[in-house]
């Protein structure tokens, strides 16, 4: 195993007055150490919660970003250029995975989407993994799958650990350690295929400014960013909303108001009828209807350069009547 990440565990863990944080270097070096097989398991679970303890900062989420990227960018190319990366790690707890839709109708207007994501075992929460499955929707095993998917419905899941095994194992740490660690962050930022969009859902205060810092540092395109529904890339309508964007170069934040005065979540009803219903237009959910609008609203705002929340909504009208109401009858 490696002496240079033990230097960079004591770095971490030297107490109040001898600690600091990873500069970019160090940080980039430290996830490649991790991401080649070099590091025992109690050392990587150490460095993690090390971190965890005081928050990631952006120079050490630029350099594992960085380490990831450069990791992933030797893997066999995809082949066919992705318009939009989707990451979806969080799950959500007291309402279906309407996001799911806001992708779909997207992709149903020629937009290629990739989401990836992972799934915790035995946690209260709806994994959009478990509603793709249960929807009838391919749930790509490989890279060769995910081209496929973008060719035929401009529209592929691919679970973190078919990404790549190691960064599957890094996020099941969690099982050993009881905690989310900042592997969590990485697999938002690292644009697995290099789309030329990504929008990243954050749940804690003060990460999506993180993100957007980051993305500055990493030279990003495009990038849109904002406290979503459990941590999801899906705007809340009970909610106000900050959507930060990262776009030519600068950063730019609007505050959208809620789109909803009263509380519609429909928390003891999860029922996943819910979304194809309201995809074939059978029935007017109470609170997918603006999640989804919203939600769509958000992502076509970056992908077409719209700024006003009015002209974004435009946008997301027209975009949800041209979805294909056929399209879960025609994947089951």
């Known amino acids: 195993m490696s002496n240079d990440f033990t230097n960079y565990v004591k770095i971490l863990g030297r107490g109040k007055k001898g600690a600091r944080s990873l500069t970019v270097t160090e940080a980039e ?35 594992f970003t960085k380490a990831t990227r450069a990791y992933l960018s030797k893997k066999q190319p995809l082949g066919i250029k992705v318009d939009l990366d989707w990451p979806a790690y969080a799950g959500k ?16 207007t020629g937009v290629k989407i990739v989401m990836h994501g992972h799934t915790f075992e035995g946690e209260n929460r709806w994994y959009v993994e478990h509603a793709i499955s249960q929807l009838g929707l391919a749930v790509c095993q490989s890279r060769e799958d995910v081209k496929r998917a973008l060719e035929t419905t401009n529209f592929a899941y691919l679970p973190l650990a078919k990404v790549d095994p190691m960064l599957g194992g890094m ?23 290099f789309a030329d969009h990504s929008v990243h859902g954050v749940f804690h205060r003060g990460y999506d400014q993180l993100h957007l810092a980051a993305c500055e540092q990493l030279g ?45 979540r429909l928390k003891d009803n999860l029922d996943l009828s819910r979304l194809t219903d309201h995809w074939r237009g059978d029935q007017l959910d109470q609170f997918g ?3 989804v609008r919203q939600t769509i609203a958000s992502v076509a705002g970056l992908l077409y350069g719209v700024a006003s929340h ?16 056929a399209y879960f009858d025609s994947v089951a």
């Open 310 to 325: 009015e002209d974004c909504l435009v946008l997301a009208d027209d975009i949800w009547a041209k979805r294909d109401r």
């Open 29 to 63: 070096h430290a996830m490649s150490l991790m991401l080649a097989g070099k590091v025992a398991p109690e050392q990587s679970g150490a460095f993690w919660m090390l971190i965890r303890i005081r928050e990631e900062t952006v120079e050490e989420t630029v350099g």
């Open 220 to 264: 990003d395109a495009s990038v849109l960013v904002f406290r979503g529904g459990n941590g999801e890339a899906e705007v809340n309508p009970e909610r106000d909303v900050t959507l930060g964007k990262w776009q030519h170069g600068m950063a730019s934040w609007s505050d959208w108001p809620k789109a909803e005065k009263e509380h519609k």
């Open 93 to 108: 707890r007291n309402e279906l995975p309407w996001f799911l839709l806001a992708a779909l109708a997207l992709s149903n």
């Open 289 to 291: 209807e603006q999640a």
């Open 171 to 193: 996020m099941n740490l969690k099982y050993v350690l009881g905690l989310r660690s900042p592997v969590n962050t990485v697999v938002r930022m690292m644009n697995p295929f």
